[in-house]
């Protein structure tokens, strides 16, 4: 029996952290970082928050660029708790 060789991977990916609502009118200082080495791709939080999460051409979370207009309420929050493996922050 063979064994197949080494799984490549993606490499590492820095952390993305935005800070949201600085130099605003609605100035909400709310932080969301995704941790990109921990994203597996769910998708989970574009589908709980759509206005504010997308995911790129290889599937892993990212910020949409307007996403401050979408920051009110608790999808936010509820998308961060919706990730499988925590990759969401939100301060």
């Known amino acids: 029996m063979e064994t197949a ?10 952390t993305m952290t935005a800070v949201t609502g600085i130099g605003s009118e609605r100035n909400t200082g709310m932080r969301i970082g995704i941790d990109r080495d921990r994203c597996i791709g769910a998708g989970q939080c574009a ?3 759509p206005k504010v999460f997308t995911q790129d051409d290889d599937g892993f979370s990212e910020l949409l660029p307007d996403h401050e207009d979408a920051l009110e309420g608790p999808l936010v929050k509820e998308a961060a708790r919706a990730c499988p ?7």
């Open 47 to 49: 589908l709980t928050a």
């Open 5 to 14: 060789g080494p799984v490549e991977t993606a490499g590492p990916v820095e």
């Open 85 to 91: 493996v925590q990759a969401i922050t939100v301060d």
